[in-house]
């Protein structure tokens, strides 16, 4: 399984941004994705995951970022809305084989994506 995550870019702040995560091969929808960001000099963290029809995020970017699969599942969508400098980071797409779970360790994604960077300016 091979992940191509695209769609970042430098933004200001309050824009909005759509992340996709492309998978090579059809993925169960049942299989969680997840997104994960490193900003500088921070540790990875959870952003947003998917699993058939759940989703869950991560405390800083609920209300502003949404999951979603698109119709064939191979590709996940991170829409980032309200964008802040604190955003800035490299956003990672992440794929777990260990079922329906949305896990929120990146320990538990068998699969990464390269990373695709978010700039937010001030």
């Known amino acids: 399984v091979q992940l191509q995550a695209f769609g970042g870019g430098l933004v200001q702040t309050g824009d909005s941004l759509r992340l996709s995560c492309a998978a090579s091969g059809l993925i169960p929808s049942n299989y969680a994705m997840g997104w994960f960001r490193q900003g500088p000099g921070k540790e990875r963290e959870f952003v947003s995951g998917?699993?058939?029809?759940?989703?869950s995020y991560g405390d800083s970017v609920k209300g502003r970022f949404t999951i979603s699969r698109g119709k064939a599942t191979n590709t996940v969508y991170l829409q980032m809305n309200n964008l802040n400098p604190e955003d800035t980071a490299a956003y990672y797409c992440?794929?777990?084989?260990?079922?329906?779970?949305?896990?929120?360790?990146?320990?538990?994604?068998?699969?990464w994506g390269q990373g695709t960077l978010v700039t937010v300016s001030s």
């Open positions: 992440a794929l777990s084989l260990r079922g329906r779970t949305i896990y929120t360790r990146g320990a538990s994604y068998d699969y």
């Open positions: 998917i699993s058939g029809s759940n989703t």
